[in-house]
């Protein structure tokens, strides 16, 4: 479904990605673990198209997307949930989740109410605040609101960053329940990046750990596990994830 | 004249300026929020709005209300061009280079008008040609009709206004655009669309209160640099790039302004609104609705 | 925060080589000789004249906005405050040429100070918007109060002062003015490099990182408001002699911008740079008189043109010309090896139930926290559990809700980042937050001269802590340009080089990877054996346990447990709250 060949990239003069090749198959939940300024957030951005590869390739079903603005890749069904959930703060909840379905063409308002309420059967706390503007919302219920806006554009794919971040172990639970659900009730294709790699590598199927821009590991959830390379960084080396 | 009726002309008067500086502080407001750029040619766009406004209508070739049509279609055009040629080579970089850009954008614009119009200040009928002197009188107090229609205009544009940002998904699309760019390109709102639209928009109100105010004041070709200076202080008051802030700036603005002329000194009128401005922004630099963002490390 | 980021050169940081500056000063000698032989018309003589006097005032921008990053829309107040004292002073008051000229250099002076402490709050548009302000005001009273300015008909009959031989003659006071012009950009040249300006230029780039650095942020900006009113001001007596006439005109808005625009166009980070730009868009009308009905017109189109096309000015091509020819500059080394300062106390950092509320948000919510001297201090727990605010807090960043912090026996709640910098408190940044355009060495003097000394002093400890870090061949690259991992070693040696006593690290190997981790925990191991007392945040506890022999555990900004990190690891209330318990990981 989705496919990296040998990405590099960089911010300013900076290079960030040094050749990341990663695959995501149809009906995946796949991980992708590094520290922090390994080069998570950037591939992301890369496949969103917020940012242009330097070299290598991006393909979505075969086609090259790495040169597509934002907007168009959004529209080839591919939806981002960036770091930091990105809520619009000025809008409800329910008009955070209208603009979800920008990428698709001629929406009536019928299927857009349906939508909804689909979303709200899924994740029952926003129907409640759906009046509610972003900015009010807690941690967890912006996470749980910036996946409900990018399941509004009925993506193929669904990119994830960090829905742990800053979130309690309650919440990351939660959220991490919903990822899986979605992912086996709607089929929809998932790439998480993440550090808590004990919590990402529990749902996911396979996962890739990038370090320093490059992809250094790869292999299934429960090889990765059990890995000792990836105890000893991302598991705090006992079975601790502090 | 009773002072009562004094005060309410007064008023008046300085309500209808208010209004007129409100016109340009909404354009200043919506293309800061949705652009993050703080535009110094607003001011001109009313210079160049009753300039063309008196290209066309000068001679009465064309019907007074074609012309006026025309004249906004011309702004639209305008503030295409100066989205493209102004902001869209620098969206990406900071600040200052930007705000540059748009000073040297309104130099052009300014001695552009001067070289065309010439130095002699020239005259735009008002909107309603009545006989007589052009308003009606209520209670001691003279209404003119230009006035008037600054006013019922004004009212009318900030009600379409919160009507459009409220209640249409394309008004919410700008919302989404002024406040998180990069989010909203990934969710496939054609961003730099929604960008053009809003200099468009600015700049067609920009060019009506120009348009509006023509038959009061002069037009000269430096007729927009006051006037974007009080659009200025009338958002910074308000809490920059908050839209009531920019309404209730701009009216009070113009009520100051005109008790402080009546009742003070005409010769530092336009001084009154900038102290208040400096005054605000040395006190409460987050304005009247802007609310304190805490700085991150 | 740079206003300039994108703007700043990649090119101008590139220091000169000094025997480059005294052939440049030698040149500019040279120049100035000759210029008023080559060209005698009384014409260009008065041209001349006129151009040193936007000239020297342009190099008041070049302090206030090449160097320190403040923008001022208003610039032309000073320059015509300056040509109204000298006017008023010969004229009116009939005072000898120098005693107007120093009485009005200590009046645009004072309102550069005042300028500058009123405008301490506001930086980027707003300022931009009070300066502009001022600049009306100012016109205003200038074309209003007739008593004093004369109004709109302006000051006629202005003196020209005597230095060794009477300078009344144009010819006399055009070699005066030239001479000033060098003089002037001498010293705003030399500037740039000496502690004041390199302080100014942390302002520029990274405000907050300048202040942990013990930079008093506040008093740099102001200082820089008075060095641009003063040369604004000497601009603007040197013009008053000049043309032995002013009227308001001289200094409308229209002049700021002109300034604005001079300095742009030459490049605002360089002083001949700033002085080009102002000779070139003053002759510019001269060449382009045929315009005259457009002209202004072709003016603003040259400023957009000069934003878009080149952004770095005119001094950006000769900086990459210099580059291109010149030799790499030679690497310094240090005489001995970085030595720390081991506080008396052993209490180093005392913590007492500190709370950090942000709106309904409780980052902090009294917490207890002592680091003893020689302890490497880890403070762990989740995202978001508050370990950055309490760095924050402790570092003067933030002011806490409630709560005190003792460092090293006094009181330091709520003191200034540059005062509790000045104690001995050196930090990192979660993100980093480097003087980007700045060099290596630059960076790092920044922080080596808040300890005072003699200039070699300074020197010799900013490069014993690059050396420490080992980064001694990049000490002239600026650091934009360098990878990560190196970025991560300036800061610190950049938070060495002050002669710390305490060091807070906020999570120092982030991004880093396992070489250049281990790399680290060996230069944190010899710094604690040098005996620094280190507080340390970090999420890579196989990285932690080397170097830390102590911990303190946050959990939603209280603190869960505390203990040597055997303990910590083992502790229930820690494992419980966010250990991943293998049962709850879903599906697997």
Redesign the interface.
Known sequence: MLKLDNVHAAYDSVVVLRGVSLQVNQGEIVCLLGANGAGKTTTLRLISGLIHPLQGKVCLEDKPIHHLSPEAIARLGVAHVPEGRRIFPGLTVRENLILGASNRRRVNKVELTSDIKKMFEIFPDLEKLQNALGWTLSGGQQQMLAIARSLMAHPKILLMDEPSLGLGPIVVQQVFSVIKQINETMGTTVLVVEQNAVIALSVASRGYVIENGRIVLEGKASDLLNNTEVREAYLGGRRTCI | MSTLSLIGQILFAGLAIGGVYTLVALGIVLIYRATNVVNFAQGDFTMLGAYVLFALSNGEKINFFVAFLLALVVMAVLGLLFELGVYYPLRNRSFLPVVIATIGASIMFQNGALAIFGPMPQKVRPVIYASGNGGITLGGVFFDYQYIVILVVTLALVLLQYLFFEYTVLGKKMQATSQDKDMARMLGIPVSIMIALTYIYSTVIGGLSGMLVAPIFFVTHKMGVMLGLKAFAATICGGFGDVRGAILGGLALGVIESFGAAFISTVYKDAFSLLLLLLFLLIRPQGIFGEKVAEKA | M??????SSSTTNIGFNPSVSYLAFAVGVIIVILLPLIFTSRYTVNLIILASAVGISTLGLTVL?GYTGL?S?GHAVFYGIGAYGIALGTTRWGLNWWIALILSMAFVALIGLILGI??L??S???L???T???Q??FT?IAT?WKAVTGGPDGISGIHRPEFIVSLSTSRNFEWFCLAVLLVAVTFVWNLKDRPLGRAMRAVRENE?AAQVLGVDTLKIKVVAFILSAVFGGLGGAIYASGSLYISPDAFT??QS?QF??MC?TGGTESAIGSMLGAWLLYFLPEWLRQLK?????V??????FV??FI?EGLWGFVNLLYRKLAKPRPIPVSKQPLSLDIPETDIVLQVENLGKY?GGLKALDGVDFIVKRGEVHAL?????SGK?TLI?VVSG??SPTFGNVKFLGKEVTGMRPCAVAQMGLSRT?QNLRLFNTLTVYENVLVASQRSGGSIEEVHERAIAAIEFVGLREKVHEQC??L??GHQKLVELARALAGRPKLLLLD?P??????TEKQDLVELLKKLNAMGLTMVLIE????LV?QISNQAT?LN?GKKISEGTMEHV?QDPV??E????K?E?????
């Open positions: 740079s206003i300039l980021k994108k703007n906005l923008v829309l009123t405008t709050k506001v980027g548009h707003y931009a918007v009070v502009i302000c001022v009306i005001i205003l209003n907050l808005f229209d911008v604005l625009a742009l009905n457009i002209y202004l017109v003016y603003g189109c040259i400023i957009i934003i878009v952004p942000f762990i727990g989740p995202n978001g950055s924050n960043v933030y940044f934009k340009n990878p990560y999570e190997a982030a991004g880093l990877n396992q999420h890579d506890m196989s346990a555990v939603f690891l820690v494992v709250a966010y250990i991943g293998k709850v990981a879903l599906g697997a």
